[in-house]
């Protein structure tokens, strides 16, 4: 809890007194509500050696129907992949779609489920300094883990896999390798964002801390959207697209 004091009006005399904030039960709250929808990925892949490498990352339930939104970098190129929700049961999960390299998320889908879908916010409300709270499993261990944070940063400009991102969310929240394809939420436990990459090295060298980067929630919906409702990949241009006639 924290008590500020309240500002006085121009002009007019200012009654004593403070305004309480109770931030801490927000995040309680926000986390009670939206853990059980942040799930566990598992993937194995087949090296060139023939080895088996694994890897895990995050995701969100995003309906009913099993769809579960994440990132593309989680899922692309994997031989299985298997859904572990919140309370330990696993599901097999196939890959229904992405919008790799244009941004780095995908939808997979598992059998129904009845865990409450995550609900998305508004990620152009977003201001500067406003609190967030980062749910996922980084390094494949801590499952579940919840850090908060602020914006740090809007429109942030990266590229990734070669492609501009021109609307990149910047927080300082603690996040990890495994957090990817998780859930970013701002205090009414709405997805804002999801997490995607961390800043580990400047330029020239010097290491960096508390700077990570989410892809905006509004983005990440309407491309998971499209995805389920077609059934396939998000539809992009291609010049094979543009010169057929």
Not at 37 to 58: H, K, P, W, Y
Not at 94 to 107: K, N, S
Not at 127 to 136: F, H, P, Q
Not at 171 to 183: E, L, V
């Amino acid at each position: 809890v924290a008590a500020i004091p309240a500002p006085a009006g121009a002009g007019i005399a200012a009654t004593p007194g403070v305004l309480t904030i109770e931030q801490t039960s927000a995040i309680a709250e926000s986390v009670a509500r939206a853990r059980p929808a942040v799930v566990r990925i598992e993937s194995t892949r087949r090296l060139a050696n023939g080895a088996m490498e694994q890897d895990v990352g995050s995701g969100i339930v995003f309906d009913a129907s099993g769809h579960i939104v994440t990132n593309a970098h989680v899922v692309l190129g994997t031989d299985t992949l298997k859904v572990v929700l919140s309370d330990g049961t696993e599901r097999p999960g196939i890959l229904l779609g992405h919008d790799y390299p244009f941004t780095d998320v995908a939808v997979i889908q598992i059998a129904g489920t009845r865990i409450a879908a995550l609900p998305f916010g508004d990620s152009g409300a977003l201001k500067l300094g406003e609190t967030v709270i980062a749910i996922g499993n980084p390094l494949a261990e801590f499952d579940g883990s919840v850090s908060v944070g602020v914006i740090s940063g809007l429109n942030r400009v990266r590229t990734f896999d070669t492609v501009r991102q021109d609307d990149i969310i910047q927080t300082d929240a603690s996040i990890n390798s495994g957090n990817s394809g998780g859930a970013l939420l701002n205090l009414r436990g709405e997805v804002i964002g999801m997490p995607t990459a961390i800043l580990r090295q400047s330029r020239g060298g010097q290491i960096v801390e508390g700077i990570s980067f989410a892809l905006p929630g509004n983005r990440v919906a309407e491309i998971a959207r499209r995805i389920v409702t077609d059934g396939a990949s998000y539809p992009r241009p291609s010049l094979l697209s543009l010169i057929h006639i």
